[in-house]
Structure formats: structure tokens, C-alpha cells
């Protein structure tokens, strides 16, 4: 079996590599391609990734290439985790939407809007190289923001599904608290990448004992003080919502807090330049504990988990996934893209129906996945009055006089990532 990763020479590869490495009988790789422009990076990365398949007995084969035709050929898999524009974009994603008193932030709001204009044609365009070297090749997506990518790739016919780590993390945090194996805890997880509430947190599947009451009763604090937000409204709720859903939250809060301290972008910028200069060290063979502070935690078990499916059939027949619509949500259209319990094959992913949601959830999720299907079509068409319609259909910003500026900056700020621009 060959996968590929594009984005291959990224700091989070080692975290991958660990996780095929370790569950290599799910996911019995024969080679593994790394992909990136970045040669320099590339060779740091692919010597430790080597290193550690080394350490760990993993038969399997590691090569680094910069061509992606090269390396996604004869590929059964390819894996999508890839940064447009590196960290220094993601830098100015999340300052600049910060001076109209907006959230600065990667995935969500203006900034997540630049990221899906900078990303969306690359995505496309790696997508269809995957497509001409090998049609049956599965396409997992990574790369953020993970809704609005999986979206544009499956519409334009591609055998794709989308990923994401916050399930896992809620999965492996619950366990811990419940003292229970991850595998016999079941997510009520629902709702749209970065935009999801657990409903529900179940022992030993979906039938099992709703134990999310106890989680709350017992834990509460701790699960607040995690996502940043009042015990009182985890109560109130009776959800544990994403951490994503404090920009909405406690929208003013959050903005306030961004502009008093270095952004994320900064931290993750040294913490990768430190990173680096470990993955050179020929003596190290597994992955530093600096990386469980990079993100992505548990990224590698949900994609081994996913791919094993996709490929063989072999994986956890349930699992959250980002994939088309289809009536799950029936106030979102069939072809919108939604993050819930999905049942997995060699054939794709079939989400589970979900019981009706309240008003307070289904209304926030029906406003973000508007302003979704506008962001993609102005990453498809671009155009001005396209990006502008998309900021003004935003929760987090929904005023002309901000959209307007905010369009302004998008422009100028991305303007070598923007064809059309």
C-alpha cells in the first residue's frame, strides 16, 4: 500500500509518522511519500520519519519528493495537510481582521475566510494531479478550514473526506475523565468543522448510557476552564461545545485577549523553528514532547483509523468525518458539508441521522454554513463583491462598514495568493 502526504516537510508530520508507525498492522503502509516545496524542511523531516519507523521496526519504505505528480502516483491514498502562504499568512490572518474588532483567527471569521481564498485553488489543483496519476486514490483533508475544502473537492467529483482532531480530543479527554478505554466512549458530535456541540457522550456505542450528565456534574470545572468558558454555561447548556465556539461565545472577550498578547501564529512560528532544529539532530528517533504543544494531538490515530476504513474496510466501522449533507441536517441543503458520526467503508462515508436539533444550535449552524457555501464560491470565482458578501453573511462580523474594510485588508493582505486579484 503507498500514501502520500502533501505538506509532508509540516511540523505535525512526525505526529503522523508515529501514529503509522505504531498502528502499522491497521495500516500496513509499503511506502510512504512525503510531498513539499520546501526542500530544506522536507529533509529535516523525511531523515527523522525514517528514523522513527527505524526505531519502531516499520518495514515501509519513506521518500521526499517536491513534484507532486511524482510522489502522488500509483498513491491508494493521499493526505492533505498543507499551509498556503506558511505561517507568516496565518500571522496576518489573525492581526489585521483584529483592528475592525473582529476575531483574528485562522479558520473562523475574516481570517478563516483568507485562508479558504489562499487554499481552495491549490487544493483543486493537487486534487485533480491526484485524480489524472490514480482515479480510485481516496483524498483525506486535513488542511483547514476542513468544511469549506472538503466541500469544494467533493463537489468537483473527487473521492474525498474530511478530517479533523477536536472529536478525538473530546473522545480521549472523556475517556480519561470516566476511566474507560477511548474505543467504548460514543460522541453525539454534531454540527460543522469548528462548529460542533457533543450532544451526548455514550459508554460502549450509540445505544449505550448517556453519561454526559455526570461528565458535567463531576467535571464541569475542569471542562470549562479547557474551553475557556463559564462553568455557568456548560450547565446552562447542558453541550460541550468546540473550543472554536468561544469566538462566538464570548466573541468580545476573545478579541480583547488577541490584542493583548502575541498571536498563536508567533508561538507556533518559534515553537516550529525550535522544532526543526531537533528534527536535525540524527540522534533523535521519535517525536519530541515539544509537538503534543504544536496541536493536532491525536491527529495520526484518527487518520490511520480513517484510512484503514477507506482502504480496507478495516477501521472503526463509525466515525466523525466532514462529508456531504445529504438530509443529515435537513434545514442545510444536500450538498452542504457537515462533521458528525459517519458510518465508513471502501465505498465513503454515510452519516448516522441525527435527532432534531434546538433552534439555539440548528440557527448558528444554518448562518455559518451560508456564509460557507459564499466563501467557497468566491474562493472558486473571486472577485470583490464575492468576498464581500461572504464577510457580510458572517456571525462574527455582519456589518456593512466592517465587511467593507475588512475586504479592503483581505485584498491587500493576500493579493499574491489571489489570481484574480
Known sequence: MKLAVVGGGSTYTPELIDGFARLRDTLPIGELVLIDPAADRLDLVGGLARRIFAKQGHPGRI???????AGVAGADAVLLQLRVGGQAARLKDETWPLECGCIGQETTGAGGLAKALR?????????????????????IDFTNPVGIVTRALLQAGHKAVGLCN???????????????????????????????????????????????????AKHGDALA???????????????????????????????????????????????EKRLLEMYGDPALDEKPELLSKRGGAFYSEAAVDLAASLLRGEGSPVQVVNTYNNGTLPFLPPDAVVEVQARVSTSGAVPLAVPALDPLYAGLIANVSAYEDLALEAALHGGRD????????????????????????????????????
Not at 389 to 418: C, F, M, V, W
Request: glycine residues 6%; charged residues 25%.
Open 386 to 421: 464575492r468576498v464581500f458578501k461572504a464577510l457580510l453573511s458572517h456571525p462574527l462580523i455582519g456589518q456593512y462598514a466592517y465587511a467593507e474594510t475588512l475586504t479592503d485588508q483581505l485584498i491587500a493582505h493576500n493579493r499574491e495568493h489571489l489570481a484574480w486579484a
Open 119 to 139: 487554499t481552495v485553488p491549490v487544493i483543486l489543483d493537487i486534487a485533480e494531479r491526484v485524480r489524472r496519476a490514480n482515479p480510485d486514490a481516496w483524498i
Open 166 to 216: 477536536v472529536a478525538i480530543g473530546f473522545q480521549r479527554r472523556f475517556a480519561k475523565l470516566l476511566e474507560v478505554a477511548p474505543s467504548e466512549v460514543y460522541l453525539e458530535h454534531v454540527g460543522l468543522n469548528h462548529l460542533t456541540w457533543e450532544r451526548g457522550v455514550r459508554i460502549g456505542g450509540p445505544e449505550g448510557a448517556d453519561v454526559l450528565p455526570e461528565l458535567l
Open 63 to 69: 521518500t521526499v519528493t517536491q513534484d507532486v505528480d
Open 225 to 271: 476552564a479547557d474551553l475557556r468558558l463559564p462553568r455557568a454555561v456548560l450547565d446552562r447548556l447542558g453541550v460541550v461545545p468546540s473550543y472554536y465556539l468561544r469566538y462566538f461565545y464570548a466573541h468580545d472577550e476573545a478579541v480583547r485577549e488577541l490584542g493583548t498578547k502575541p498571536s498563536r501564529a508567533a508561538e507556533v512560528a518559534e515553537m
